[in-house]
């Protein structure tokens, strides 16, 4: 008898131990998202052949639904080739092994680690291991990004989250189910905005603070200075006036260059939310405003405010174009401007109506000079040309807008 209770006793010890261990060793995956969470990316498409119609997709944006444990949903809106807009809600659950495609998977998994893929699409889960990580710069701050792959696609995360950073998917003499052949893509996708964390510090200081530390600085040596040059012209002769007024001139040439490039480098874009194209058209609108306000002054006679302003929004123009040449010299793709019909009729129209404006714009700036008797009669024909173009400019990259980044026309 005793022999059977040290038997049932040792059983049940092991028992215990074995359930024990299993418990203690299995760790539920970690959600490292939470409701309003967004992030947005950019698709690359090159190669022989073509997408999907329903799966051409150029621009995408992730949003988080409530999080239920290791459960939730997003919303993903997607903008494709043709210009149309759709979305969708995608559901991931981390314990079913749901994870849509490895778009989002449990966070701080590092390298070695490893998460369930179910494969819907293929019916053959799997176990997907971390291959690496690295610490580099994503959207901004230092961030801690991990790698995956397998046969067809790598796969970089963020580690905190969970959330793909970017990836590379190679499509080779593939059918999908509805038939569609492709012969030879590769699509590269590439995290352009987000939400999910902040601007790296400064100098050790919060980029707010560190703004507002060279406001502090810039803005009262901007006002002193303005304030000398207007007075030495008011105290002295014309002459003297027409050499105050040119150094007004150099002085917003100068102030104008080092602030769009001071915002070019500090001012953190992908914070805001807005996508490039957005950012574009408030940039536009802005320029034309102040081409508007210019055409304005001149005509009630206030040549110099009227110059000023136009030369604030040409150098102010040129100093971005000519940024956007020395950080990227025609390296991406001119198909991007054709890779529709509709794409190509809509850039067209915009380059007859802009490269006049901004021609006619810059020569109305080079021929004016301080205190010129006979510039208004020169420059009439000019500022009229101007006008008549970058209105129509304008009215065209507005349609632009609203044909292939928004939905208003369906």
């Known amino acids: 008898m005793k022999v059977l209770i040290a038997l049932f006793l040792a059983t049940m010890v092991i028992f215990v131990s074995i359930f024990t261990s299993l418990t203690l060793g299995y760790e539920e995956p970690s959600v490292g998202v939470q409701k309003g969470d967004w992030i947005e990316y950019d698709v690359s498409i090159i190669g022989t052949g073509s997408m999907p119609p329903t799966h051409d997709v150029r621009w995408f944006r992730i949003e988080v639904l409530p999080v239920q444990g290791t459960a939730f949903s997003v919303n993903l809106t997607s903008r494709y080739a043709n210009g149309t807009v759709g979305s969708s809600i995608w559901k991931f659950n981390f314990t079913e092994g749901n994870v849509e495609g490895w778009i989002i998977i449990p966070s701080n998994l590092g390298s070695g680690d490893s998460f369930y893929d179910y494969s819907i699409h293929t019916g053959k889960p799997v176990d997907v291991t971390i291959q690496s990580q690295e610490q580099k710069t994503v959207l901004g701050p230092i961030r801690t990004v991990t790698y995956g792959s397998d046969s067809f696609r790598q796969k970089e995360w963020d580690k905190a989250t969970g959330v ?108 805001i939310g807005l996508s490039s194209a957005e950012i574009n058209l408030i940039m536009q609108t802005i320029w034309t405003t102040l081409v508007l306000v210019s055409m304005w002054f001149r005509i009630k006679g206030n040549y110099f405010v009227h110059e000023i302003t136009m030369l604030i929004v040409m150098c102010a123009w040129w100093v971005g174009f000519s940024s956007v040449l020395l950080m990227d010299p025609f390296s991406s793709s001119t198909e991007v401007f054709s890779s529709t019909p509709l794409r190509l009729i809509m850039n067209s129209l915009h380059a007859i109506f802009s490269i006049p404006a901004l021609v006619f714009g810059t020569w109305l700036v080079v021929l004016w000079r301080p205190k010129s008797t006979s510039f208004a009669e020169k420059s009439s024909r000019i500022a009229q040309l101007t006008t008549v173009f970058w209105v129509p400019s304008y009215i065209v990259g507005v349609l632009d807008f609203m044909v292939l980044h928004t939905a208003f026309f369906g």
């Open 164 to 271: 793909f950073t970017g990836s590379t998917e190679v499509y080779k003499n593939v059918t999908t189910r509805t038939g569609h052949y492709i012969e030879d893509l590769t699509i590269t996708i590439q995290a352009i905005a987000t939400n999910m964390w902040g601007t790296e510090p400064i100098l050790g200081l919060d980029q707010t603070m560190f703004y507002g530390l060279i406001a502090i600085v810039v803005l009262p040596l901007v006002t002193v200075s303005s304030i000398m040059v207007f007075a030495r012209g008011k105290i002295k002769a014309i002459g003297a006036l027409h050499l105050s007024q040119g150094k007004i001139v150099i002085l917003t040439i100068i102030m104008v260059i080092l602030f769009e490039v001071a915002t070019m480098i500090l001012f953190p874009f992908y914070a």
